[in-house]
Each structure stands twice: as structure tokens, then as C-alpha cells.
């Protein structure tokens, strides 16, 4: 487990009870946007927002990266008001309100059709910026999620390609090249650097058409909850000598860069054994930090004592949970934890990417999570 920064013990600590926030250092986004920039020198970096929108965070990435990659008109909107001078737009159901957002942005985004259906809709948006097509090519990467080598809703088929390429330029669209992004939380360098390598491959077979200008090969460059990445300077050995002869090579990551910039932190509220299991219930749980129940797994956490009301326990194997209820409402299964009391907090680390984003807050309405920038 990442070890917990005094900055966040102290701001954990100052929190009024019962404690339940979100906290957000974007020195440490911006760290590891520069650890990436040294591995994939030349290379453009679109910071993918979906990972983490925080304010302060989002801010930092629209100075620091050459651009932000948006999902919606929204997030169209949210990038271009924090200083984004540089917006991609991608995403498998798009409005022609968010076409038109895409479209009327200066300068406009550069837009990933998914469809010809896309294709048609910036067309009728009097699109002028660059487009790419987003296919489903290769095969699928280790990951979380893959999103191509297996049908997923994004993108063209591969067979589909040839006529999409026709019906675009057709159109009179500034066709510039793919967008292949193929998958998240890769922890896999061999892996990740092959998909570079046959995306640019296939990019310039599939471009017979036009003139290929851009090659995005999307995100997906791993950080797990364990605190355990993607070994930056393994990606950049395997893709030494990689000539793109002239094609912009954009990576678009979200997890990598956001992931060790946010901490959800949460007070016990309640200790108890139920069968046999002791549990610490928190002020918070899943609807604000969705990502353990999401993908079924154990987030690890830090204890940073509160204002202890009733006994301490001791030598304890916990299992947290927050106050939704639903038995699914769990952070951590089990943590063995010397000392424990009702006040204490847990603080929840590599929690950045896809954490609060993702949360559905609503259900029960509970209140919020404070949400805290330090540094
Ligand atoms: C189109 C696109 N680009 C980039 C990303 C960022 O992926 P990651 O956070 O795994 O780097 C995503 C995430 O789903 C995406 O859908």
C-alpha cells in the first residue's frame, strides 16, 4: 500500500466529525504527468477527465497537459472553463447538442466518431476540426476493461473502416486519422508498447485514403489500488527507435496520471461483530467511493486516529463498510488492524481515478463527502 503523505494525515485530522471527505493533491497529478512525459518524449498526452474532474486537479492538467479528452458536452464545457486550449472529444452516444458543443469550441475539438452516424451529425454541425475514427481493432490487452478485441460499444468494426474513410471525406471532413484506445489499467509494458506499435502499423495500412496526421492509441496505462503501476521506463525501452514518420502519437490517460492524487477518507461510526466478522461501519461508503464495489475488490487503507469515543479493540480483522443499505456496501473485506475505535478514520489511498466520479450520491441521500485540494 502507498504509504499516507503527513499532508493528508494532517488535513484528515482536521476534520470535523464525523469525517467523511475527499482529499485532492495535484502535485501529485503533476508528478506523474512529468514521470510519463520523460518515458514518451515528443509525444502528445490528453489528460482523460472521466478519471477525475476535480476542480484544482483538472485545472493543473489543463495547464500541465497538451490537452483534455472530454466525454460529453459537459465535460466539453467544464475542460474549456478550467484553460483547456486543447480538447478531444470521444464517447459511443453522442447528442448533436454535444456534436454542436464539439463543433462551436475555439477551436473546435477534435472529435473520435464512433459511427457514420457520428460522421453525419458533425457534418450537419458545420464541424471544421480534425476527426478520427474509433476502431475496435487487435486483440484485447490485459487489463480491467477492454474495450476492443471483444464486441463493446465502441467504435467501427475494422471491416467497416474503408467506407467510414469514404463517407467522411465524402462529407467534406477533416479526416486526420484513428483513435484506437483499447483498454484500461493495463499493467502490462510489453503489452502496452505492442499496442502502440500495431496501432501505428495499422493506422498507415488503413489510411490509403488520406493523409494520416494522427494516431491516438488512447489510455489505459495501468495504476491499481495496491499502489502498484504500469513500469514507465520498461514502456519506454520497448517502444525505443519507434519512428512515426511525421503522425502526431497521442496518448490519452486518465487512471495513470489521477490515480495517486485523491484519498477518500471516512469515520467509524459504529464497531460490531455479526457472526463471527467484526465490521467498522463509516459516515460515507460506496456512494461516494464506488470503485471497490465496482470492481469487486479490497481497497486498502490507513487508520489515522479521531476523537475516540468507547473502547479501543485490538488484533482485529475488520471489514468496512459504509452506511448504504445494501450488503454490497463494502470498501474492504478484511484488514488487520491493531487498534481500532468508533472516531477513528480510514483513509483510502490511490483512490484519485474513477473514484468519485464514478459514485452514485444520490441513492439514500446522505450527505456529500466534503471535497479538500492540499498543496
Ligand atoms: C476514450 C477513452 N480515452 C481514455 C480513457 C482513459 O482510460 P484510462 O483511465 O484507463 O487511462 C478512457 C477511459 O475509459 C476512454 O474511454
Redesign the pocket.
Known amino acids: 500500500m502507498t504509504p499516507l503523505p503527513a499532508a493528508v494525515a494532517d488535513a484528515v485530522r482536521a476534520l470535523p466529525s464525523p469525517a467523511s471527505a475527499w482529499i485532492y493533491d495535484p502535485r501529485a497529478f503533476a508528478t506523474r504527468l512529468h514521470r510519463l512525459r520523460q518515458a514518451l518524449p515528443g509525444r502528445t498526452i490528453l489528460y ?1 477527465m ?2 477525475c474532474a476535480n476542480p484544482a486537479v483538472l485545472e493543473t492538467a489543463a495547464h500541465l497537459a497538451d490537452g483534455i ?1 472530454c ?1 460529453s458536452g459537459g465535460e466539453l464545457r467544464t475542460a474549456r472553463a478550467a484553460g483547456a486550449t486543447r480538447l478531444a472529444f ?2 459511443p452516444a453522442k447528442t448533436t447538442a454535444d456534436l454542436t458543443e464539439a463543433a462551436t469550441a475555439a477551436p473546435p475539438a477534435w472529435v ?1 466518431a464512433e459511427s457514420t452516424r457520428d460522421l453525419d451529425g458533425l457534418a450537419a454541425a458545420g464541424h471544421t476540426g480534425p476527426v478520427a475514427l ?1 476502431v475496435n481493432r487487435g486483440p484485447a490487452l490485459p ?1 480491467t ?1 477492454q ?1 476492443t478485441g471483444a464486441p463493446t460499444p ?1 467504435g467501427l468494426d475494422e471491416q467497416a473502416v474503408p467506407t467510414a474513410v469514404r463517407h467522411a471525406l465524402a462529407l467534406g471532413l477533416d479526416l486526420a486519422g484513428f ?1 484506437l ?1 483499447a ?3 493495463c499493467l502490462d509494458a510489453d503489452a502496452y508498447a505492442a499496442h502502440v506499435r500495431t496501432a501505428l502499423t495499422w493506422s498507415r495500412h488503413a489510411a490509403d485514403h488520406f493523409d494520416l496526421r494522427y494516431v491516438n492509441v ?4 495501468g495504476a491499481d489500488p495496491r499502489g502498484h503501476a504500469i513500469d514507465l521506463d520498461a514502456l519506454a525501452t520497448a517502444l525505443t527507435g519507434l519512428d512515426t514518420a511525421g503522425t502526431e502519437l497521442v496518448f ?5 496520471l ?1 490515480a495517486p492524487a485523491g484519498w477518500y477518507t471516512a469515520e467509524i461510526l459504529d464497531l460490531k461483530t455479526v457472526r463471527g466478522q467484526a465490521f467498522a461501519l463509516v459516515r460515507g461508503g460506496t456512494h461516494h467511493f464506488r470503485l471497490p464495489a465496482a470492481w469487486g475488490y479490497s481497497h486498502p487503507f490507513h487508520l489515522v486516529p479521531g476523537p475516540r469515543t468507547g473502547p479501543a479493540w485490538t488484533d482485529v480483522d475488520l471489514r468496512v463498510c459504509g452506511e448504504l443499505c445494501t450488503p454490497r456496501d463494502i470498501l474492504n473485506t478484511g484488514q488487520r488492524l491493531d487498534r481500532v475505535a468508533v472516531g477513528d478514520r480510514l483513509v483510502f489511498p490511490d483512490a484519485g ?2 473514484g468519485w466520479e464514478i459514485s452514485h450520491d444520490r441513492f439514500l441521500d446522505h450527505p456529500a463527502p466534503r471535497s479538500i485540494v492540499i498543496g
Open positions: 482523460a472521466k478519471a479528452e466525454a470521444s464517447g473520435h474509433r487489463g476493461h474495450m465502441f483513435h484506445h483498454v484500461s489499467n488512447g489510455g489505459g496505462l490519452e490517460p486518465g487512471r495513470y489521477a481515478a474513477y
